[in-house]
Nanobody, 125 residues
Framework: QVQLVESGGGLVQAGGSLRLSCAASGRTFSSYAMGWFRQAPGKERDFVAA????????YYADSVKGRFTISRDNAKNTVYLQMNSLKPEDTAVYYC??????????????????WGQGTQVTVSS
């Protein structure tokens, strides 16, 4: 069992930056791949970024590539999402998720086993 708690969301102007954190409980954090997803009002939960269990591989949605960076610190049981050059369309609730066994893709919500409660990110124009 893994419990995930996101933090770091807030209100920021367009062009600004935020750093999201996701703290995980449990001693097996380093064996999980981790992902970030986001959900805007009235829309589906969409993939943002993912990182392999070792941190050696990262994956991004085209919409955030070059602006967002995912990273992890296995010693601290924490995964991060550094978000730069934020746009109003980045406004959403951001969720972190943990995947116990890789099943061929990082991009789909159904492949993740545990989810956090989410943190709101609002980008004003």
């Amino acid at each position: 069992q893994v419990q995930l708690v996101e933090s770091g969301g807030g209100l920021v102007q367009a062009g600004g930056s935020l750093r999201l954190s996701c703290a995980a409980s449990g001693r097996t954090f380093s064996s999980y791949a981790m992902g970030w997803f986001r959900q805007a009002p009235g829309k589906e939960r969409d993939f943002v970024a993912a990182i392999s269990w070792s941190g050696g591989s990262t994956y991004y949605a085209d919409s955030v590539k070059g602006r967002f960076t995912i990273s992890r610190d296995n010693a601290k049981n924490t995964v991060y999402l550094q978000m730069n050059s934020l746009k109003p369309e980045d406004t959403a609730v951001y969720y972190c998720a943990a995947m116990r066994y890789y099943s061929g893709s990082y991009y789909y919500t159904g492949q993740y086993d545990y989810w956090g409660q989410g943190t709101q990110v609002t980008v004003s124009s």
